[in-house]
């Protein structure tokens, strides 16, 4: 299987950049990576237990809920490739990234609104959709109408699909611009989630750090927005015509989803043809049921995890022209942007219209 780091690589989150942070719960199971101290300035990480008599609480039993954690964090290692936990029943969990960023779990009553105000957060950023808090059993309504009690609070939704990573990249940019407005309109603290704090908010919240705030980042990142995107059309193969049903995941499909290849009795082999954006695409193949990569196509180094994938490098320009030379300085191991580049970030956040 397939961990975060493996989505498009814009989006990859590097590990280096995090280190554990002591949370102030013993029940807390899974920790929230925090940025490294010597690059931020952090806050102490902090865990906030949820109010008894929530919604989710009270309608289901605590061995119902614990099985609806459980069954999302077995969903949420298979779908990343990394053993990772979420208990919905400990409450909200989170942890400052920098003093004007926590990244965290969903909210799960109004009452955790009033929590987060008491810390100085004046911006909670949901990434949630419908399926994610119904999941849970968690009252978006009752949480918006509570927040909207206060003028120094905003509940904000920017939806991204969970366990998707092209529907992020191809949503990051709308969304990072929505954070930016609102950071800029009410100040104080950005509360970003999604359900468990591990996929969706970290990479906003890095994108927002990149893009907007200035740091460098030491793993290769796609900047869609300079250099904008084309297709080209690709081509994977199985060569195997014993097989009953060859599928492949990744890709621009996310590794939740998987598009099935067709069998060409010219070529005797399963084929499928795709166009794809640039980029760096990751996939695997699903062979009769059976993941595996094919070793005709280029394969990833084994990652920490011991998984290796198929990828598959997208480009449509000269490699001698000059947006071929931005792309590549900024896939680099070291990327940076330049000031002119970070104006024109800017720019584009601000002009991308709020409605979605």
């Known amino acids: 299987m397939n ?9 990859a989150l590097p590990s280096e950049f995090f280190k554990p942070h002591e949370i102030k719960s013993s029940s807390f199971v899974h920790m929230l990576p925090v940025m490294n101290a010597n690059d931020l300035d952090i806050r102490q990480s902090l865990a906030v237990k949820a109010v008894s008599g929530s919604k989710s609480s009270s309608e289901m039993s605590e061995v119902a809920e614990e099985k609806k954690s459980d069954v999302y964090s077995d969903t949420m290692t298979e779908a990343m490739g990394a053993s990772l936990t979420y208990r919905h029943e400990l409450g909200i969990n989170y942890n400052f990234i920098r003093p004007d960023l926590i990244v965290g779990s969903c909210l799960q009553s109004p009452a955790d609104v009033d929590k987060l105000r008491n810390i100085g957060v004046k911006t909670i950023f949901c990434l949630q959709q419908d399926p994610d808090l119904e999941y849970f059993g968690v009252d978006i309504k009752a949480i918006q109408k509570y927040a909207e009690k206060y003028i120094d609070i905003e509940h904000i ?12 990249r191809m949503r990051l940019p709308a969304v990072v611009s929505k954070l930016y407005k609102a950071m800029n309109r009410n100040g104080g603290i950005a509360y970003i989630h999604c359900t468990a704090g591990m996929g ?9 750090m990149y893009w907007v705030q200035g740091y460098r980042l030491n793993e290769a990142h796609r ?3 300079l250099t904008g995107l084309k297709k080209k059309s690709i081509i994977c193969k199985w060569d195997d015509p014993s097989c009953t049903l060859v599928e492949i995941s990744g890709l621009d499909v996310g590794w939740g ?7 060409d009795k010219e070529q005797n082999a399963w084929i499928l043809q795709r166009e794809l954006l640039e980029g760096h695409y990751e996939y695997k193949y ?7 990569c094919n070793r005709n196509e280029l394969v990833t180094p084994t990652n920490k995890d ?10 449509a320009d000269d490699p001698d022209s000059d947006r071929a030379q931005v792309r590549k300085r900024l896939t680099g191991e070291d990327p940076d942007l330049t000031t ?9 956040l601000e002009e991308v219209s709020d409605h979605e």
């Open 286 to 292: 699903i062979v009769d049921g059976e993941w595996t």
């Open 200 to 208: 969706r908010a970290p990479a906003v919240a890095l994108a927002y």
């Open 3 to 11: 961990c975060l780091q493996n989505f498009p690589r814009l989006y």
């Open 157 to 168: 939704r920017a939806e991204i699909r969970d366990f998707d990573g092209f529907d992020l």
């Open 257 to 263: 989803q998987k598009v099935p290849l067709k069998f």
């Open 223 to 225: 900047l869609l927005l």
């Open 340 to 348: 002119n580049e970070r104006i024109k970030i800017r720019q584009f």
């Open 306 to 315: 011991g998984h290796t994938n198929n990828y598959v490098v997208v480009s």
